[in-house]
């Protein structure tokens, strides 16, 4: 089959959008490649890079055919043989990133920024045409319920009729929800009076888009583009901005027979789930101001200053209350009934026992250290104390000539040898005096023997 007879093929990852240019450089590369294939359809892929692991899959259709490959900008990406149980060889810079998938899908993983450009997929005689943009969008976080600023910039030129676009990309379609264009803003009807942007802000390259009263389907990547006299779409400063919006959660803890009060709108709805596997039952739905409650509410509920106030609160009433808007979820509210007098925190008191326990444990630890240092001080001083006695008793009974019971005084000192230290000499003093011509002993029968012995 001819090129220019080849069927056109439609698939959707991120919202595609049918001849599509890339800025820069990257529209030079399309344009060529559209000369060369010019009745083949470019679909343009749009893929996030997050900071954890991004992926993309460019989708084809093959009925069948022996070798499926794959292109990037001209160069080989990744070529497989059906026939020898999927052998492929896979091109530089793509190592262990790409594979084939089901049919004949270009799976990559992890992205990298460097990705982006033209992709050319062949299978048998159908073919497919890729234009892979990446983006690292800005993150917006707010709650449901609060305002939002995505913020774009650009430098316009003077005197040029201006045209920007923002757009909201889905996994389906692209939704235009603010177009400037003749001096006029047009939006999405689901989002007119919800969304806005300032005219004297574009005069100072401030194209930002304002949400008021976000909701939580306004969550999505957003695109920001802007072009003079209807040229050819840029983007802004930044390009993207994905905008995340969470419903709001509440821990309370209510006293039985108190009132808990639930922020709410003149048209919302609010349901009750005990827990577990409890469906949730419809609480009350607000319109106009006025609530419909169940009986169980009967008397207890009232409605005023955008407050839904239920009193007498009981134990029966401990669950999740959850507030939607046109069937968004806008709050959650997990409330805990308590009694008089119980400890409102608990996650307070934890925190107080964990505090005891712990400083128990180090007093344990200090006393223990202590009572070993002073065991081991008292055994060292007591053995420094007997080994010094031996050597005094030995001293004394080599001066006077007393003999000593070898087998009962030898061993201990032999014994206590190890741990005595040397003792000077000099320290030990034996005084004599003349030996008595009628004495055997060579010491005056009166008078003791002295021994100094410095102690340590």
């Not at 990133?97 to 050319?120: A, E, F, H, W």
């Not at 929800?177 to 001096?183: P, R, T």
Request: net charge negative; proline share 4%; hydrophobic share 35%.
């Amino acid at each position: 089959m001819a090129l220019e007879e080849m069927p056109s093929h439609t698939t959707s990852l991120l919202g595609l959008a049918k001849s599509e240019i890339l800025p820069g450089a990257g529209k030079s590369l399309l344009n060529d490649t559209l000369s060369s294939r010019l009745n083949t359809e470019i679909k343009e892929v749009i893929a996030v890079l997050q900071e954890t692991q991004s992926d993309v899959t460019l989708r084809c259709e093959c009925n069948s055919s022996s070798v499926i490959k794959w292109t990037h900008n001209d160069e080989l990406v990744i070529q497989c043989e059906v026939d020898h149980g999927l052998k492929c060889k896979v091109g530089h810079g793509f190592t262990n990133r790409v594979k084939i998938g089901k049919n004949c899908d270009l799976i990559i993983s992890p992205l990298q920024y460097t990705d982006q450009g033209v992709y050319y997929g062949t299978c048998g005689d159908q073919r497919f045409d890729y234009s892979l943009v990446v983006l690292v969008p800005r993150v917006v976080n707010v709650s449901a319920g609060e305002s939002a600023v995505l913020r774009c910039y650009a430098v316009p030129t003077a005197n040029r009729k201006l045209y920007n676009l923002w757009e909201k990309v889905d996994t389906e379609r692209r939704v235009q929800v603010l177009q400037f264009k003749n001096e006029n803003f047009s939006y999405e009807p689901k989002l007119k009076g919800r969304v806005w942007a300032s005219k004297d802000g574009y005069s100072r390259g401030d194209y930002s888009m304002h949400i008021t009263k976000a909701l939580p389907s306004d969550h999505g990547l957003y695109l920001c583009r802007y072009s003079e006299e209807e040229s050819d779409l840029s983007r802004g400063d930044p390009n993207s901005v994905l905008l995340n919006v969470q419903a709001k959660n509440h821990a309370l803890e209510i006293k039985v027979g108190d009132s808990v009060n639930i922020p709410v709108t003149d048209l919302a709805e609010v349901t009750f789930t005990r827990g577990g596997d409890t469906p949730p039952e419809v609480t009350c739905s607000v319109k106009g101001g006025k609530p419909e409650c169940s009986s169980k509410y009967d008397g207890r509920i009232t409605v005023g200053n955008n407050m839904l106030t239920l009193t007498h609160f009981s134990l029966d009433d401990g669950g999740v209350y959850t507030l939607r808007e046109e069937g968004e979820v806008f709050s959650i509210f997990n409330i805990t009934a308590i009694h008089h007098g119980e400890t409102q925190s608990s996650s307070t008191t934890n925190i107080v026992r964990i505090c005891i326990v712990a400083l128990i444990g180090v007093i344990l630890v200090v006393v223990i250290v202590v009572v070993c240092k002073y065991l081991s001080k008292r055994h060292s001083n007591e053995v420094r104390m007997g080994a010094l006695a031996g050597q005094c008793d030995g001293v004394q009974r080599e001066e006077t000539g007393v003999p000593s019971d070898t087998t009962q005084a030898e061993q201990p000192t032999k014994a206590t040898a190890l741990f005595v230290p040397e003792v000077d000499e000099s320290q030990l003093s034996v005084p004599l005096t003349e030996t008595s011509s009628h004495s055997p002993l060579p010491f005056r029968e009166k008078e003791s023997v002295s021994v100094g012995v410095d102690m340590p």
